[in-house]
């Protein structure tokens, strides 16, 4: 009989990982099981919730594609030059857009400072380091916007040292146009609350010689409006990347002129002593938001929209049959362009507003997110829903409310 030690020597000399001792299985060692993956929301304590509302920034904006993860995390594996990643990418996005030059920045917020920085200070590297302190330099001073457009997010431009000279009128414009002009800011999505139109902002531009900026932040769809205001002759177009296009949150496109852009980035990492020092966007965020852009320039946008219309249209129907709702679809014209659905209700008969309709949505599970809030409705949009969500939105709705009849 074969001692214990005799018998593992032979059987070692056996190629076949499979042979058999008394007919079973020899035993090998198991591959290393891979760790699970962390759920950190779980772990954090951290709510997560189904978004009916749309691309807001305090609800963390859209949820990026597969194929911007991918390029994200391939970019984390590699190093290469800040500069040479947003040549090459910037070239690329450039010819997307029908823009002389564009580069990558950290939000659109961060596109309209670096934008109007480049402006002030063209190439020359003293007056650079000079911003936001215009005094006694010889930099212009001021940005001109209508009235209807001086909203907050305007600081980006007093950011750089401007003031702003609020017009209404293309006659005001002519008046307030002097040697301290330094820009001529429009906002696409107020666009129908000023007196003057792109067209005419543009020429106005051009006639003086002035620069013209447009902040399209939340305005695709449609995909059009990515090169539309670059063909109309703005000089520089800002953009944010995680809303429509669901590139990085913090990312977002500053297009135009050549000369603009070269300057502007010379307010931009990997630089120092300037004002967008803090305005980083790394290769990562870079790579995604050229393949987010890409992705979505290449959509079958028709297909999108019908898509947003069945789940819309399926929310409706479910919601409708509750008595006492009434529902209408509407488009935004100008900005966060898609099927948006408002609820409303004659509170005679649903004893509930529309803030306790909210409260109760985002306590339920799964957590939901509407919008609007008023005294007696709701908003609804599906367009950052993730497939079948939908169902799950309008059954909780209609439950609320059904619970709500007198």
């Known amino acids: 009989m074969l001692s214990r030690r005799k018998l593992i020597k ?13 007919g079973l299985p020899l035993e090998v060692d198991a591959a290393p099981l891979a760790a699970p993956k962390r759920d950190l929301f779980k772990e954090l304590g951290i709510r997560t919730f189904i ?16 194929e911007v993860l991918d390029a994200i995390n391939g970019g984390a594996k590699e190093f290469c030059l800040l500069d040479e990643i947003q040549d090459k990418v910037g070239e690329k996005i450039a010819q997307l857009v029908h823009s002389e030059a564009a580069v990558v920045t950290s939000g659109a917020f ?6 109007l920085a480049g402006i002030l200070t063209g190439m020359d590297q003293k007056k650079v380091e000079k911003l936001p302190h215009l005094d006694g330099t010889g930099m212009k001073t001021e940005v001109i916007c209508q009235k209807a457009h001086d909203i907050v997010y305007n600081h980006a431009l007093t950011n750089t040292g ?8 293309a006659e005001d414009v002519e008046k307030a146009i002097n040697e301290k002009t330094a820009l001529m800011h429009f906002l696409h999505i107020e666009a129908d609350k000023g007196k003057i139109m792109h067209e005419e902002w543009v020429a106005l531009g051009k006639k003086h010689n002035i620069p013209t900026s447009i902040d399209i932040a939340a305005d695709v769809p449609p995909v059009e409006n990515l090169w539309r205001f670059n063909d109309m002759g703005f000089s520089f177009v800002v953009i944010s990347g995680g809303k429509a296009m669901r590139g990085p ?28 020092r803090g305005m980083k966007v790394n290769k990562e965020e870079i790579l995604g938001m050229y393949v987010a852009l890409e992705k979505f320039i290449n959509e079958d946008h028709d297909k999108v929209w019908k898509i947003w219309e069945e789940g819309t249209s399926h929310i409706e129907n ?13 488009v935004p014209p100008l900005g966060n362009h898609t099927p948006t659905l408002r609820i409303s209700w004659d509170p005679a008969k649903l004893r509930i507003t529309g803030k306790e309709l909210q409260e109760s949505l985002r306590k339920g599970d799964p957590s939901i997110e509407v919008g609007g809030g008023g005294p007696s409705n709701i908003g609804v949009t599906v367009w950052m829903m993730k497939p079948g969500q939908e169902k799950i939105v309008a059954k909780r709705i209609k439950e609320e409310l059904s619970k709500a009849a007198v």
């Open 162 to 169: 401007c003031k702003i000279i609020v017009v209404e009128t």
């Open 51 to 66: 978004n009916a509302a749309g691309t807001l920034t305090y609800m963390t904006g859209s949820l990026m594609h597969d």
């Open 318 to 330: 479910t919601v409708k049959t509750v008595v006492g709702v009434q529902t209408e679809v509407h």
């Open 249 to 276: 949150q913090s990312a977002g496109l500053l297009m135009g002129k050549k000369d603009i852009i070269s300057a502007a980035r010379l307010h931009m990492p990997p630089r120092g002593f300037n004002i967008g």
């Open 10 to 22: 032979r059987l070692s000399s056996v190629p076949l990982l499979g042979g058999l001792v008394g």
């Open 110 to 115: 961060a596109g309209m400072t670096l934008g």
